[in-house]
C-alpha cells in the first residue's frame, strides 16, 4: 500500500520564477492538504482540495494556487516566487468522514528559492 | 482562532529517562488532537491521537490524554531511547462542517536528542 508520494524531492528557483509540485495521495484517500514548514518551525496550513475544489485555505496569498485531479492527485503553484517562500512544502492525505480525519504526510519538497 | 502551544526545547536526556512534552491548546468545538514526529529530512509521522475528551492514545511507549478542562494533551514516554531522537509536533484538527476534518493547526516543535 503506497503512502503519500511528493515530487521532486528538491527544488531550486529564481525569484519571480514559478514553480509546481505535485502529490499523490494514500491509495484510498479522496483529500489533500498543502503545508509550508519553514527551517526550525511548525507546518502552516495553505489549502485542501476535496472533489476537485479547494475547500479551506489558510492565510497564503493567492500566488499560492492548487488543483486537484479526478484521480485525487494534487498541485500546488507558487507563482512569483520570493525569497521567504523557501521552504519544506508537504502534502497531507485523508478520507472524507474516515476514522477522525486524520492527516498522512508526504516526504515533502524541499523549495530553494535563489 | 485554533492555536497550539509546545513546550520551547530543546530537550536532552539520557537513554531510559522519562520524557515529557506540554502541549495546550485553543479551539472552538471539539477538535482531535495529535502528535506528529519528525525524523531529520523527513516529512512527518503520525505518532498517536485522541478524538474526544479523555482519550488516551498511545504507540511506541508514547502516551498522550485529551484533557479537555485542562485543554492539554501532553506527551509522555516511560523510557527515551536514543532512536527516539527527533522533532515532535502537537497538532489540532479543526471539524469543517461537520462532515470531516480541515486544516491542521501545529505547534511550534520541541527537538528531543537522547544521549547513550
Known amino acids: 500500500d503506497a503512502g503519500v508520494t511528493q515530487s521532486p524531492t528538491h527544488l531550486i528557483k529564481t525569484r519571480g520564477q514559478q514553480v509546481t509540485l505535485r502529490c499523490s495521495p494514500k491509495s484510498g484517500h479522496d483529500t489533500v492538504s498543502w503545508y509550508q514548514q519553514a527551517l526550525g518551525q511548525g507546518p502552516q496550513f495553505i489549502f485542501q482540495?476535496?472533489?476537485?475544489?479547494?475547500?479551506q485555505r489558510g492565510n497564503f496569498p493567492d500566488r499560492f494556487s492548487g488543483h486537484q485531479f479526478p484521480n485525487y492527485s494534487s498541485e500546488l503553484n507558487v507563482n512569483a516566487l520570493l525569497l521567504g517562500d523557501s521552504a519544506l512544502y508537504l502534502c497531507?492525505?485523508?478520507?472524507?468522514?474516515?476514522?477522525?480525519?486524520?492527516?498522512?504526510f508526504g516526504p515533502g519538497t524541499r523549495l530553494t528559492v535563489l | 482562532g485554533d492555536s497550539v502551544t509546545q513546550m520551547e526545547g530543546p530537550v536532552t536526556l539520557s537513554e531510559e529517562a522519562f520524557l515529557t512534552i506540554n502541549c495546550t491548546y485553543t479551539?472552538?468545538?471539539?477538535?482531535?488532537l495529535f502528535w506528529y514526529v519528525q525524523y531529520p529530512g523527513e516529512g512527518l509521522q503520525l505518532l498517536l491521537k485522541a478524538t474526544k475528551a479523555d482519550d488516551k492514545g498511545s504507540n511506541k511507549g508514547f502516551e498522550a490524554t485529551y484533557r479537555k478542562e485542562t485543554t492539554s494533551f501532553h506527551l509522555e514516554k516511560g523510557s527515551v531511547q536514543v532512536s527516539d531522537s527527533a522533532v515532535y509536533f502537537c497538532?489540532?484538527?479543526?471539524?469543517?462542517?461537520?462532515?470531516?476534518?480541515?486544516?491542521?493547526?501545529f505547534g511550534q516543535g520541541t527537538i528531543l536528542t537522547v544521549h547513550p
Open positions: 479551539a472552538t468545538g471539539y477538535p482531535s
Open positions: 497531507a492525505s485523508s478520507l472524507v468522514g474516515g476514522g477522525s480525519g486524520t492527516q498522512y
Open positions: 482540495y476535496y472533489e476537485e475544489e479547494e475547500r
Open positions: 497538532a489540532l484538527g479543526s471539524n469543517a462542517g461537520g462532515t470531516s476534518y480541515g486544516k491542521l493547526t
